[in-house]
Structure formats: structure tokens, C-alpha cells
Nanobody
């Protein structure tokens, strides 16, 4: 069984910063891509950022230059440093990872439970 557990969400004022973490645990053989999505009320879930096992990154245009994704492969953990936060960044943030489980044949996507980020004065 594999679990992804997120932490670091909360309430922050516009212009502030938050750092999200997501740790994967369980019967993990290897992890390929890790990333973050977000979903605002009454909107579809959208990609925020991804990072490969080789540390290649990809960002949504709305967060480029403000957010930084990173990972610690030894800890099976992905991070999202969010700076210069705006009210429109308010959403539930979900992490995901493409994981090959022990004795598994391929990669499949696993998701965290989500963490609320609210940007408001």
C-alpha cells in the first residue's frame, strides 16, 4: 500500500509565502514524476508544477517565477515553495506521484488527500 501525506497549507496574506510538503510512503520500488495540482471552488483541477526524478521541472504559466517545486529522492518527498501569493492562488492543493510498487509491473498515479491554501487579508 502507498500513501501520500501533504502538509504545510494554511491562511496567508497576499504577498506572503507558504511551503507545502508531500511525503510518499509504503511499498515503493521507484518514483518517476511528482507534482502538484490545485482545485479552486467551482473550478476544475489544474496542474501547478511537476518534477521528474532527474529534477526537470514544469510550471503553469500562472505560477512561473513565484512557485518552486523540488524533491528529495532519498525521502520520497516533493515540496512546493510558494512566494508572492495572490488571492487567486486560493485552492485545495493535491500532490501526486507516479510510483512503481514493489513487485509491480509499471507506474501508476497516487494522490494525496489535499491541503487547503487560503490567501486573504
Amino acid at each position: 500500500q502507498v500513501q501520500l501525506v501533504e502538509s504545510g497549507g494554511g491562511l496567508v496574506q497576499p504577498g506572503g509565502s507558504l511551503r507545502l510538503s508531500c511525503a510518499a510512503s509504503g511499498s515503493i520500488s521507484s518514483i518517476n514524476v511528482m507534482g502538484w495540482y490545485r482545485q479552486a471552488p467551482e473550478k476544475q483541477r489544474e496542474l501547478v508544477a511537476t518534477i521528474t526524478s532527474g529534477a526537470s521541472t514544469n510550471y503553469a504559466s500562472s505560477v512561473k517565477g513565484r512557485f518552486t517545486i523540488s524533491r528529495d529522492n532519498a525521502k520520497n518527498t516533493v515540496y512546493l515553495q510558494m512566494n508572492s501569493l495572490k488571492p487567486e492562488d486560493t485552492a485545495v492543493y493535491y500532490c501526486y506521484a507516479d510510483i512503481r510498487v514493489v513487485y509491480g509491473l509499471g507506474y501508476r498515479s497516487f494522490w494525496g488527500q489535499g491541503t487547503q491554501v487560503t490567501v486573504s487579508s
